[in-house]
C-alpha cells in the first residue's frame, strides 16, 4: 500500500477579489485518517474543502490526490479521479426534483457502464448502509426530515464506494441526538469501509466523535495539526476561545 497522503496541499493561496482567504497554506492526509478541520467564521474551511475536491482554482500552490495533481493531465484522468472520492455538503445538496432513489442513482447513471438493474440493486444497498428503508426511495426531498436529508446526502457520496470522503459540517442543523446518531453512522462506516475522512466542522461533540487529528486553520494557513489533547493545549487565541466557549455552553443550564 502506498504510502503517499491521500491529500496533499502544498503553498496553497487563495484568494476572492482583493481578499486573501488562505497564503502559504500546506496540509497533508494519511491513508485511512479522519481529520476535523476548526476554524473561525470566515477562516477559509469550507473553500479549503472547495479547493481539496477541485471545485476552486488556487491562486498559487498545489492539491495533490492519491499523488496525483488535481488539475491537469486530461478530462479522462480528472475524471478517473474524481470518482475515487465522495463528498456531503452542509445542507445535503439534494436534487430538489428527483426522488431518493434517483438522487442516489444519479453518480451511478452518470458512469453510462451499468446496466439499470444493478443501479438498482446499488442503491438499496447505499440505503441500506445509511440505514434507510426501501420505503424511504420514492421520497421526495421536501418530504424528509433533515436526520434524513443528511442519510440520503450520505448515500449519494457513497454511491461509487470511493476510497475518501469529505463533509462539510455534516451535523449542521441536527439535534443532539439526530447529531449523535449520525456521527456514530459515519464512524461506523468509515470503520468498515477503510475510509479516509476530512470534515469541517464546528461541534465539539462531532469533533471528538470522528477525529483522530484536527487542524485548525486561522490566519490564512493551518496553525497547528495533531490529536484533540495536543491541539486544546495550542496557545492561539481562537483554540483558546473554541473550547472555552464549547466547554460553557456544556455547563450552562438546560434551557428546555
Known amino acids: 500500500m502506498s504510502n503517499l497522503p491521500v491529500i496533499e ?3 496553497l493561496s487563495t484568494r476572492f477579489g482583493e481578499v486573501w482567504v488562505h497564503r502559504g497554506l500546506n ?15 470566515g477562516s477559509g474551511k469550507t473553500t479549503l474543502l472547495r479547493q481539496m475536491i477541485g471545485l476552486l482554482h488556487p491562486v498559487q500552490g498545489e492539491v495533490r490526490m492519491f499523488g496525483q495533481l488535481l488539475f491537469g493531465g486530461g478530462v479522462t484522468r480528472e475524471q478517473v479521479l474524481r470518482r475515487r472520492f465522495g463528498v456531503l455538503f452542509q445542507q445535503g445538496a439534494l436534487f430538489s426534483a428527483l426522488n431518493v432513489y434517483e438522487n442516489v442513482a ?3 447513471r452518470e458512469l453510462r457502464l451499468l446496466k439499470e438493474d444493478l443501479i438498482h440493486d446499488l442503491v438499496m444497498l447505499k440505503l441500506s448502509m445509511v440505514e434507510l428503508l426501501p420505503s ?9 426530515s433533515g436526520g434524513m436529508i443528511k442519510r440520503v446526502a450520505l448515500a449519494r457520496a457513497l454511491a461509487l464506494e470511493p476510497e475518501l470522503l469529505l463533509l462539510d459540517e455534516p451535523t449542521a442543523g441536527l439535534d443532539p441526538d439526530r447529531s449523535a446518531r449520525f456521527v456514530q453512522l459515519i464512524r461506523m462506516l468509515s470503520d468498515e469501509l477503510g475510509l479516509t475522512v476530512v470534515l469541517v466542522t464546528h461541534d465539539l461533540d462531532t469533533l471528538t466523535g470522528l477525529s483522530a487529528r484536527v487542524a485548525v486553520l486561522a490566519e490564512q494557513r493551518i496553525l497547528t495539526v495533531g490529536n484533540m489533547d495536543e491541539v486544546r493545549h495550542f496557545d492561539h487565541p481562537f483554540v483558546r476561545n473554541f473550547f472555552l466557549h464549547e466547554r460553557s455552553q456544556r455547563s450552562s443550564p438546560d434551557k428546555y
Open 9 to 11: 496541499v502544498t503553498d
Open 27 to 41: 496540509l497533508a492526509v494519511g491513508r485511512g485518517e479522519v481529520l476535523a478541520l476548526v476554524g473561525g467564521s
Open 136 to 144: 424511504h426511495a420514492g421520497l421526495m426531498p421536501a418530504e424528509l
Open 106 to 108: 444519479f453518480p451511478l
